[in-house]
């Protein structure tokens, strides 16, 4: 009997199965794919975004039928490729989700929003080094690599090119058995989470902070989540 499809969908940072190291055990009972999204390459130049060639990505990959787990960014396509074909996903996974388009007006994405609007706004000014500096200093309160090798340039000037989150045209997909990964440390994704969980989702708050996956606790939760939902593809 063929194995299930589970389809990974990494957020803005590391791609491929290198975005999930604590979950390539799973190929052991699944058939896994972890992809990479559009203008994500180890050599090639960064390439704008492309929403619906992400989304194109991930309906090809589920063939058919399968689960999808996304982290960050990733969640966007991944809930639109779900909305598109509810059918064709088992279930979705959620590792804190980037759907602020989902909760805009609330409080604490509404003060995510002001900060850094007048960051991407600004985008064509600074260089990719100095733009990812001050994004992460916005969003981590923390301070980048000050010389970044060649991958961290890459990964920097494709930071710039990302658009808001919260313009996604997202909207519930309904009747889809979803599970919600939070690390607790930004009350930005447990409001995220606790909007999710209105509509019939799964919560579970398991440390990590923005990689809640790569925890014992998230790993596990995948694994169990995934379990529950054997069969239904």
Avoid: K
């Avoid at 058919?64 to 787990?69: E, S």
């Avoid at 909207?171 to 939070?182: A, R």
């Amino acid at each position: 009997m063929p194995r299930e499809r589970v389809v990974f969908v990494h957020g803005a940072g590391s791609f491929g199965a290198a975005a999930w190291p604590r979950q390539h055990g799973l190929a052991l009972d699944y058939d896994c794919l972890f992809l990479r999204r559009h203008g994500y390459d180890a050599v090639a130049e960064p390439l704008p975004p492309d929403l619906e060639t992400d989304i194109a990505i991930i309906r090809e990959a589920l063939g058919g039928r399968g689960h999808l787990v996304a982290h960050s960014a990733g969640a966007v396509p991944a809930m639109l490729a779900a909305l598109r074909d509810p059918a064709g996903v088992s279930s979705l996974v959620l590792c804190e989700p980037a759907v602020f388009s989902l909760t805009r007006d609330l409080p604490a994405t509404t003060a995510h929003r002001e900060l850094l609007q007048p960051l991407f706004d600004a985008a064509p000014g600074p260089s990719d080094a100095q733009y990812q500096r001050e994004f992460v200093r916005r969003v981590f309160a923390a301070e980048a690599a000050a010389a970044p090798d060649e991958a961290g340039l890459r990964s920097a000037a494709r930071l710039r090119l990302q658009q808001p989150p919260w313009d996604a045209p997202l909207d519930i997909v309904p009747g889809v058995p979803t599970l919600v990964l939070t690390g607790g440390w930004e009350p930005l994704y447990e409001e995220v989470a606790d909007f999710l969980v209105s509509t019939g989702a799964e919560h579970r708050q398991v440390g990590g902070n923005h990689r809640p996956q790569d925890t014992d606790s998230g790993a596990q939760a995948i694994r169990e989540f995934l379990a529950r939902r054997h069969g239904e593809s």
